[in-house]
């Protein structure tokens, strides 16, 4: 377990890799989301 450790590429940090990375896909989902939603509420209010 110590040795696996010292790799990154060990299975053990997959897990992290793949959160990372899904983590980020989702930020930038979201962040267009919020900004599209923000173009068209005014035109909702109008």
Known sequence: ???MEELFTAPL???FV???W???AL??????IVI???E???ELKS
């Open 1 to 3: 377990f110590w040795f």
């Open 13 to 15: 940090h997959w897990g």
């Open 18 to 20: 793949i959160l990372g």
């Open 22 to 24: 899904a983590g980020l």
């Open 27 to 32: 930020g930038g989902v979201l962040m267009q």
């Open 36 to 38: 599209r939603i923000n």
């Open 40 to 42: 068209l509420l005014p």
